[in-house]
């Protein structure tokens, strides 16, 4: 049964890969740039929740939405103060002002909270060791609380854009900004929304995996680039594509872990990536011009 | 090449290509002399930009033929077009190297005319040295032959839009081409301009290059071409001389809509 | 224009090796901190070509780095090799990768190619990690030093001047190559893609060989890295070294190659002179390099474009001269 667990395990962390992809989704949809600073928000995270704890005492749940919050005010006020600066920019301008943020991120937890991963004891179903048996498996309850919540905020944020005239507005800015303009859609408001709701997503993200690992450290830019291989299988501009592209590379990467060896999850998920990325249809010739001149 | 059979400059042969659901190229077929001026008219959206792209190697047709100077060239790449059969061309929106110098942006042209790879240009051997002193005097030669000389050492974005398409020709020149394509060369440009250009064009077919041109402004299209070909909806229905087309119903229906022949016939 | 172009690097070069030559002994720790510094700039020079040269990224150029110093150091000190077998195999082997790199670069562009790389430079971390017969986490010791035809580099002061002639060397021969024909062609594929080709530019072929020229240069530096230290570890060779080597390119200035030496002096040395705020120093940086890119792109070299304007001022008489003896100015 060694295999079902780390299957379990992979969706667990490919859970989390899906809301940091969303997040890449949103911003890219919303802003026509990948946001390096992704996978530094996820550290972020539980170290949020850590502290927040510290206010609101030992309640992971209250930690969780106070982090979230936070969360969603960073990204408000990093969409205006550095994100806004680079739209219609070069494209090496954006990568390395975003590639900058998550040095920023990286650091500044790093002064912070200190530059190594601090442990996360604390639970979502309040116990660590509770364990489910389903048909056989043992399953941590604390997945269950990580996957149950991660199905509901995709959920939510699907009903959200297709149901909603607010977020129906939101999809029609980002597609076709001077459309949207025309029509009275606030652009500008529109992006920083995008940027807060999916700085939200990895935070939250952060703290849900937390238990399972531990808050903070180094954990950024690996979770940056398999969300992002999770989000290139999906195709970036499905919401239910990113999600489930990313459990994929959850799975394949804890997989690899378990059968090959820990050490090799990374470079399997980073290979895995190129792949992807190469094998993808709209490459340079893919591509071919439709009008010159 | 003289001794050669004689080819057409240019020659297609039931040329399609598709964009998704707009068919834009729908079976065009034409042939250019060497050293002639051609001009290549038809409404918006006739597909004459897409025919270039499909000339210049920018694109690559979904079915027909392409020889220039006889040799077969739809399958080959832009660079090797360019290179190799000696076919230059401008764009529709003026695409000069926008941060560089007038001088660079010429000298760029003569790119496929001179020699010097990787390690040749790091270790710049004398004759490497002796071949940029020939692509800087080439390239200063042909921006006297435009008439831009003076503003050699502009930056490209400063100048005005009219000399932005000297530029242009300039740098395409410089490649030393037998077939020259001007994707509205004129546009934009005031009559005075407009004169300096069409003599320009004369000037250029007077060195025995082949010039296609597309272009609205029928004055100059009138003025310069020896054969007009037009295109509507990716086809050629006419093709001849300038008076001749002129006069052809089918281009008058195509330009003012059905019913317009009639009405003055 | 290019005069210019060596005004400043002349200039940077001579401090260079005029501390190299007259540092005394007790500077040794000097010298060991500005031999890492040229580590540095040797690869800065190779980013700035492929980033200031024709745009294209790449955010895991150590990754080329970390093959050069294993492939060198496991030859040296697990085959025998002499030293310059084992240097010319690793920039080998670093110039194919470079190829491959290059290769998929061709149908990745902006941010993919930017992730691409990305992953690249994790794969190559997460391997030498991982490899226990290249010593896995702990990393290769006793590796042999340099040595040319048995001239064995073993002094600090030896081994500071042979890495900053093959910095000089590096940064002699892209600024050669940027003021030539490929280097005008690297500059049309910059500007212009499309245009470039209509001009029988062979893109691809230019942009494959400016990722190639890039790697060379990394492997060599690490190449030489290994045996300068006698040792290499993994995390040299992790994904933020990437980036700090993508942050002395950007202070430097896209483009100025006197920019990218500059800053790799700088950036190497300051922090010496900053002790007690040492935790401070990468976020510094990190802030630094968001916002040079925002506010101020041309960075350092930008900087010393107005000190070269300020040389070619002063050198105005004797070019009057010299322009006065030529038939033509």
């Not at chain 3, 700039?41 to 200031?52: H, K, P, T, V």
């Not at chain 3, 030896?158 to 062609?185: N, P």
Request: some cysteine; proline content about 4%; overall charge positive.
């Amino acid at each position: 049964m060694e295999i079902l667990q780390l299957v379990v395990s992979g969706i667990t962390i490919g859970m989390v890969y899906g809301l940091v992809a969303l997040g890449y989704h949103l911003i890219f949809r919303a802003t026509q740039i990948i946001d390096f600073s992704q996978g530094e928000k996820v550290a972020l995270g539980g170290l949020l929740a850590l502290s927040a704890m510290l206010v609101v005492g030992d309640d992971l749940w209250l930690a969780l939405i106070v982090a979230t919050l936070v969360g969603f005010a960073i990204g408000w006020v990093y969409e205006w103060g550095i994100l806004r600066r680079t739209y219609g920019r070069e494209q090496v301008v954006q990568i390395i002002a975003t590639v900058g943020v998550a040095q920023i991120f990286y650091q500044g937890h790093g002064l912070i909270w200190g530059a190594s991963a601090i442990p996360f004891s604390h639970s979502l179903s309040g116990n660590p060791q509770a364990v489910l048996e389903l048909g056989g498996a043992r399953l941590l309850a604390d997945r269950l609380w990580v996957w149950g919540l991660v199905i509901l905020v995709v959920g939510l944020l699907h009903v959200y854009f297709e149901r909603t005239r607010h977020g129906q507005a939101m999809i029609a800015a980002a597609d076709n900004r001077l459309g949207a303009q025309l029509s009275g859609i606030d652009v500008g408001r529109m992006r920083s929304q995008a940027v807060a709701v999916a700085t939200a997503l990895a935070v939250l993200g952060g703290v849900v995996i937390a238990p399972f690992t531990l808050a903070g450290g180094s954990i950024g830019l690996p979770i940056a680039v398999k969300a992002f291989a999770g989000a290139m299988i999906g195709g970036l501009y499905s919401p239910l594509g990113v999600v489930a592209g990313s459990l994929l590379v959850g799975i394949i990467e804890s997989l690899a872990a378990g059968l090959i060896s820990y050490g090799y999850r990374d470079p399997v998920a980073f290979g895995l990536l190129l792949v992807v990325l190469l094998v993808r249809p709209s490459g340079l010739f893919g591509r071919r011009l439709t009008r010159v001149g | 090449m003289a001794d050669g059979p004689m080819h057409p400059a240019l020659r297609c042969e039931n040329l399609h290509r598709r964009f998704g659901g707009l068919q834009a190229v729908a079976g065009a077929s034409f042939e250019i002399e060497p050293a002639s001026i051609t001009a290549l008219i038809g409404p918006n959206g006739a597909g004459k930009t897409t025919i270039f792209n499909l000339l210049s190697g920018h694109d690559r047709p979904d079915e027909g033929r392409i020889w220039i100077d006889g040799q077969r060239a739809e399958n080959l790449p832009a660079h090797r077009i360019a290179g190799e059969l000696r076919l230059a061309r401008t764009f529709q929106t003026i695409r000069l190297f926008p941060a560089l110098s007038v001088l660079e942006n010429v000298r760029i042209g003569c790119h496929s005319r001179s020699r010097g790879e990787f390690l040749a240009s790091i270790l710049k051997p004398a004759w490497v040295r002796r071949e940029e002193e020939r692509v800087r005097a080439a390239a200063l030669a042909w921006l006297e032959f435009v008439g831009l000389s003076k503003r050699r050492d502009a930056v490209a974005e400063a100048l005005s839009y009219g000399e932005q398409r000297l530029v242009e020709i300039a740098r395409a020149l410089a490649l030393e081409p037998r077939c020259l394509l001007l994707d509205e060369p004129a546009a934009g440009l005031n009559p005075t301009e407009s004169d300096t250009l069409a003599a320009l064009i004369e000037k250029v077919r007077g060195r025995g290059i082949t010039v296609l041109l597309v272009e609205h402004k029928m004055d100059l299209v009138m003025r310069v071409s020896r054969q007009v070909i037009v295109l509507n909806f990716g086809q050629v229905i006419a093709s001849g001389n300038p008076a001749a087309v002129q006069a052809d119903p089918r281009v008058i229906e195509a330009y003012l809509g059905k019913g317009a022949s009639h009405s003055e016939a | 224009m290019r005069s210019r172009a060596y005004a400043s690097l002349a200039l940077i070069f001579a401090a260079v090796f005029a501390f190299g030559a007259a540092a005394p002994s007790e500077h040794i720790y000097y010298l060991q901190v500005m031999s890492l510094a040229g580590i540095v700039a040797i690869q800065a020079i190779g980013l700035n070509l492929l980033l200031g040269g024709t745009g294209q990224i790449s955010l895991g150029q150590v990754g080329f780095m970390g093959v050069g110093a294993y492939t060198s150091g496991a030859l040296l000190k697990l085959a025998g090799w002499p030293f310059l077998l084992g240097f010319a195999v690793a920039v080998a082997f670093a110039a194919l990768l470079g190829l491959l790199v290059g290769y998929a670069a061709l149908r990745l562009r902006g941010h993919y190619l930017a992730m691409a790389t990305l992953a690249f430079g994790g794969i190559v971390f997460g391997l030498i990690h991982e490899i226990e017969l290249i010593g896995g986490p702990l990393g290769m010791l006793r590796i042999p030093p340099i040595d040319l035809f048995g001239w064995r580099f073993l002094s600090p002061q030896d081994k500071y001047l042979l890495i900053w002639a093959v910095t000089a060397l590096a940064a002699l021969a892209v600024i050669s190559l940027l003021h030539s024909r490929v280097g005008r062609a690297l500059a049309a594929i910059r500007e212009d893609e499309l245009a470039a080709a209509a001009m029988g530019i062979d893109v691809a072929r230019y942009k494959i060989g400016v990722f190639v020229i890039a790697a060379i240069l990394s492997g060599m530096a690490g190449a030489i890295y290994a045996s300068y230290l006698g040792g290499v570890a993994p995390l040299r060779f992790s994904i933020i070294e990437s980036i700090a080597l993508l942050i002395v390119v950007v202070i430097g200035g896209l483009g100025s190659i006197a920019g990218s030496v500059a800053a790799a002096i700088l950036l190497t040395v300051l922090p010496e002179f900053l002790r007690g705020y040492e935790a401070y120093r990468p976020i510094v940086y990190a802030v630094a390099l968001v916002a040079l890119i925002i506010l101020f792109p041309g960075g350092l070299g930008r900087l010393l474009q107005f000190a070269e304007g300020g040389i070619a001022w002063l050198l105005r008489p004797v070019r009057h001269l010299r322009a006065r003896r030529q038939p033509h100015g």
